[in-house]
Every structure is written in C-alpha cells, then in structure tokens.
C-alpha cells in the first residue's frame, strides 16, 4: 500500500491521525506525513502551509477549508480531495478538473439527517416556535402575541426546490402532515413511481412555482447556476408571508435580499443552518433579523447533517475512500463529484 501526504482540516473518526511517527499505530491507512488542524483561515493558516505539500485533503462542509483556484495552483502534489460529509462548494470544482484532481464525497451519509431538520425548521416558522420560547425565557406569558402568527403545516402548499436525495425525503416525511399539496422544481423529473408515492407535483417555472407555496424549501446544491437563485427578484413572487427554509447552501440565497424580504413581511420567516459564510460574522444580518412581529427568524449554525448519527457515516465513508486511493481501488460511482479531468456528477452541474 503506498503512502501519502495527508491533511485533515478537521478531526473525522476512523481516519489516520498524526504520531511521532507519521502513522497511526495499528491502522491499515498509512501516511508518511499526516496532519490535523482547524486553522484554516488565512495565509498563515495551517491549512495554507500544509495545501503545498498534501496529496489527499480531507475537510468537512460545516467548517471548511476554502480550496481556491489560487490554492489549487499552489498544491503541485495534490491528488485527492475528500468532503467527509456532503457538499464540496468550497472546493473550485473547476480548477479540480483543469488540474485533474478528483474530488469526492459521502454521498448520502447525511440525507437523512438534514431531511429531519428542514421539517423541524418548517415547523419552527409556521408554528412560531422561536418568539414563544424566548417569551418563556424572559418570563412572560402573553398567549395572543404568539398566536397571531402561528399556523398548521396542514393545508398547506409546501415545495422544494431539488428533489435529489434531501429533497425527494423532505415530501416523504411531509406526507403525514397533509398538506394541500407538495411540489417540487427540478431540472428532471422524478421516476413516476417516486412522484405518485409522495403525491408530488412538478412546477417547471421557477417564479410559477414560488407563487404558488406557502412553505419553499431549498435543497438543491451550490454552483453557478444556484448562486444567488433565491434574490431580490424571485423573492417578489414569492405569496406574500410565505415561509422560506435553506439548508443547501447559504449563497443560494442572497443574504441582503432575504433579509430585506423578512423585515417588510413578503415572507414570515427565514430558517437554516447554512451562511454565506461559515463561520458567520458575528454582524451578520441573518443572526439577528426579524419579522414586523418581531420573529420568523431560525437561523442556527451548520449542523443539520452532523448528527452523532451522520458522523458515523460519513466517517467510515471517508476512510473507504481514502483506503480506496491507497489500494489502488475502484471509488463508487456515487460518490464521485470530479473524476481526472472531468465532472462525474450532474448535481453540480456541467460547466
């Protein structure tokens, strides 16, 4: 088995970790030269140091190490890159392919846990769960200011925007709350069999297709085509007070435009666990903006798909990977987001 130069820009379980020696006493994954930071903001981060010397990064999407072209130019030995999770947005995909690195991730690992979040965030918003926790907290009890702005998931259009693995289990587990009608917007259509099952409508127009929810959900990723999708422009179609929850990627929706959005009551609520930026500033608009009632906001940090449950996923699917590329064998298909030279996935798009 060959060895290599490894770094990892956070701690994942069953991976190989720095020693005295450089190796992991025991493990069958072995690196000449492995290291382990979360430092990775900056020029003099670890992770910048150490990018010129790697073979294999390892970095998650919650916290990430930013791989720009101008650091994809800097890492001549650079083979490998390793989402240990599901994204790789921080990653310029396209200078992986210019520079044929392939670039992989644990497709799946998490699906199950963010579909759980977008519900419980869903629910969060109608329900108006945040102001009357905090009204709790402060040691009040006033009934009808939370009420007035409380609703049923029931009855309601919900629709997602991605019907992919995250997308397609958000209306599965919709399906129990009988709403009036779930949509979706997708480049392609779902199987017959998959849209009949979850009773899911396909809207082909975008703007057609906002207008028409009372819920929006987005889970769709991150690339040129999605960036800014959700701005100042769409957000006018959007039923006035509808609610909007983003757990995708936070640059799918742009920030000023949402916030704008939510302080005059186009939409009651804005919720997700991902930001333009991550970590956030602590400035940042989405921490603090409300509704003229003064909620709808269920912003909280990048956690949905890092459940105790979805690390053990995505840790072992990490160190398959990475023993994949050091046997020498085949990686799974799935997997694969930037093959040598090319894009393998269309979820990112063909650019």
């Excluded at 999605?226 to 179609?237: D, F, I, P």
Aim: aromatic share 6%; proline share 4%.
């Amino acid at each position: 088995m060959k060895a290599v130069t490894l770094l990892l820009t956070s701690p994942v379980s069953s991976v190989p970790s720095r020693t005295n020696s450089g190796s992991r006493s025991g493990s069958k994954l072995r690196a000449t030269n492995s290291s382990v930071s979360s430092s990775k903001e900056g020029p003099d981060s670890d992770f910048q140091k150490h990018i010129v010397d790697a073979e294999v990064l390892i970095t998650t999407p919650f916290h990430p190490g930013y791989l720009t072209r101008d650091l994809v130019e800097k890492a001549k030995n650079l083979k490998l890159c390793i989402t240990a999770g599901v994204g790789s947005d921080h990653i310029d995909l396209n200078a992986a392919v210019d520079h044929r690195i392939q670039v992989l991730e644990v497709s799946g690992s998490n699906v199950v846990s963010v579909a759980e979040h977008v519900v419980m965030s869903i629910l969060l918003l109608v329900r108006n769960f945040v102001p009357a926790h905090e009204m709790i907290e402060r040691g009040d009890w006033m009934v009808s200011d939370i009420a007035r702005n409380a609703f049923d998931l029931e009855g309601k259009v919900v629709g997602t925007i991605g019907a992919g693995r995250i997308g397609y289990r958000v209306l599965q587990r919709l399906v129990p709350f009988d709403c009036k009608e779930l949509l979706y917007y997708d480049y392609a259509p779902l199987p017959a069999a998959a849209a009949e099952a979850v009773k899911a409508r396909r809207v082909e127009d975008l703007k057609e297709f906002v207008s028409q929810c009372d819920v929006v959900t987005v889970n769709c990723p991150l690339h040129e085509g999605t960036r800014g999708l959700v701005n100042a422009e769409l957000l006018k179609h959007f039923k006035k007070g509808a609610w909007l929850v983003n757990t995708a990627r936070g640059a799918i929706c742009d920030r000023d435009a949402v916030a704008a959005a939510l302080a005059s009551g186009q939409i009651a609520g804005y919720s997700g666990d991902v930001w333009n930026v991550q970590p956030a500033p602590k400035d940042h608009i989405w921490r603090t903006m409300k509704n003229p009632l003064g909620g709808g906001n269920g912003m909280v940090p990048h956690y949905s798909g890092t459940t105790l449950d979805a690390q053990a996923r995505y840790a072992k699917g990490t160190k398959s990977i990475l023993q994949n590329y050091l046997e020498n064998k085949p990686q799974e298909a799935q997997n694969i987001i930037v093959g040598l030279g090319k894009y393998e996935s269309k979820a990112y798009g063909q650019r």
